[in-house]
């Protein structure tokens, strides 16, 4: 998990250089923590990004494709894409506007991603992508069929080419901003679940199952 | 606000086109909600999609370019970009995995963005990203002096070519399905603040600002 990465011209971070983070593992505790991503590919010289949900299965990341139809065209082939997964953390208010910043972590894999057509990988990345969405939740569901599995796409794109880029902690002012008299400091930011709300089609007298109850965005670290 | 819309072939929404929204004033209320864009541009017929705050002016987003110095060499011609925003509301769970889902609001804007070079339209527009962030703050920060007005990119991008997407609501199953025994309904999700947390170097008898206290990142409605 934690060999040694290279970035390459593309991946390297060139701006704020001292927020990247070229491990792997930590790249990968991010996109576990994260569910959401925004795939970013390219139709007649437009970019056009979509989010869509996704999941990892040891290095490859495999994307949801129902948001992304204006990518099919290319599919067989494969296509260029870009996959962002973003989880905020905080605002952070400095004294000077200019070093206002977020808290955040980020990481972005470039590459190619193919349509899935094997069934039994197909299934498995589906399950991958529940699972990684909702721990617990695929074994209690009606399992999807094959004329369901057809109408799904879903796209493997290897993880890579990749960064990351995290900030924590405090702002930092510059030195003479420090006796500028205003608030100062870090309004963090979570993703955080409702109580669940139940079908209105089900029947109440239906537990809740404990996978929802004590369902948290946060990846035990 | 409310004029009719007519969206282009790039963005009619074509698969769930029932989630489809072209109400101008629907798709500006998804873009005050949220704060954090993802901006999909194109560099060597390689997609990148890189996080960032923007601020809403009208009709137009102005984006902050802190995070894409790789857009730099284009700038002065203005460059392609889409720029998506995405509120997760919740995870919809159904009886069949096929039928899973989320409840969400995104905003697609396409065009040509171009760099802010007027130093009073900058200021305006780094004002509207301020106050869109976190209202109040703006007038109780060390305001931008020259030089870092000059080393801040901002992006103004029109908002013409759009579209809106929205899920809202519990789960759909097919028919045969809700004789199926699992829990179905949703998962509410939300960003929440937590407390804040004051700078080290703050001097701790600092009042913590009602604009920071009763922070929410829900816009009324």
């Known amino acids: 998990m934690a060999e040694p990465y290279s970035p390459t011209a593309r991946t390297r971070v060139t701006r704020e250089p001292e927020r990247a983070v070229y491990d792997r593992a930590a790249a990968y505790q991010v996109l576990d923590e994260g569910f959401i991503c925004h795939v970013g590919f390219v139709v007649d010289n437009q970019p056009f990004v979509i989010p869509t949900g996704y999941g990892r299965s040891g290095d490859n990341l495999y994307i949801h494709g129902s948001a992304a139809s204006r990518m099919l065209r290319n599919l067989d082939q494969g296509i260029a894409v870009c996959v962002t997964v973003t989880l905020l953390d905080g605002l952070v208010l400095a004294r000077s506007i200019f070093n206002h910043s977020m808290n955040y972590r980020s990481v972005v894999v ?70 500028f008299l205003t608030w100062a400091g870090v309004v963090p930011l979570q993703m955080v679940p409702g109580s669940p709300i139940n079908d209105p089609k089900l029947d109440p007298k239906t537990p809740v199952p404990c996978y929802v109850r004590s369902y948290s965005r946060t990846v035990a670290k």
């Open 110 to 179: 470039l590459g190619t991603a193919v349509a899935v057509e094997d069934s039994a990988e197909k299934l498995q990345a589906l399950r991958a992508l529940s699972e990684h969405i909702l721990p617990g939740r695929w074994e209690e569901s009606r399992q999807p069929n094959e004329r369901e599995l057809k109408a799904t796409l879903v796209m493997r794109l290897p993880i890579t080419e990749y960064s990351a880029k995290m900030r924590t902690g405090p702002p930092i002012d510059n030195e003479e901003d420090y006796s």
